[in-house]
């Protein structure tokens, strides 16, 4: 899977849009136009209790996770970057996720029935809202490490994300 910000849209836009779809063999790319030349790549894909949205933030997480002392990193990452401290916490309503292939990223479920076509959920307006609204989540995470974190490494590593 694609990191959720990109250089290359890997898509077509018709008709002046700023939303293609790609489908892929087990889950499918909503693929956002953004401004500047980048571009926001959200998956639907399946999961055991439905379907889920998932932006792959690639290793980058493992900044936290791995961490020796994540009560005082939290501490530290409190005032600067509240946004890091709710998607940590649970805060966010969003989850930092695994899935298979080791990829670390943020999830939201989506209310629809267990295995269901994905191609006809695709349309779906309530799934594309749900898709723009965790796509937005992860550009304000993203602008406030950028921005606000006070460890410099964190700033250097989100490069790792979009090449």
């Known amino acids: 899977m694609r990191p ?6 890997g898509a077509t ?3 002046g849009s700023s939303l293609s779809l790609i489908f892929r063999k087990d889950y499918i790319e909503y693929v956002f136009k953004l401004q500047g030349g980048f571009y ?3 998956h639907l894909i399946p999961a055991a ?5 998932f932006a792959d933030w690639g290793d980058y997480f493992q900044l936290i996770i791995g ?19 709710d ?3 649970g805060a966010s309503g969003n989850s930092l996720v695994t899935i298979r292939g080791g990829q670390l990223g943020i999830s939201r479920q989506v209310n629809a029935a267990p295995n269901p076509n994905l191609i006809a959920l695709a349309g779906d307006e309530k799934i594309l809202d749900e898709a723009e609204q965790l796509l ?3 550009l304000d995470l993203f602008h406030e490490i950028r921005t606000k ?3 410099p490494e964190w700033k250097k590593r989100l490069v790792n994300l979009y090449g």
Do not use: W
């Not at 959720?4 to 849209?9: E, K, M, P, V």
């Not at 209790?49 to 949205?53: F, H, I, K, R, V």
């Not at 530290?76 to 401290?85: G, Q, R, T």
């Open 4 to 9: 959720f910000i990109q250089r290359t849209a």
């Open 40 to 42: 926001g790549i959200i």
């Open 136 to 138: 937005s989540y992860c």
């Open 87 to 89: 998607l940590m916490t």
């Open 13 to 15: 836009f018709t008709c």
């Open 149 to 151: 974190c006070p460890f």
């Open 67 to 85: 961490h020796n002392e994540p009560e005082k990193l939290m501490r530290m990452l409190e005032k600067p970057c509240p946004k890091v401290i």
């Open 49 to 53: 209790d439905g379907q889920m949205l």
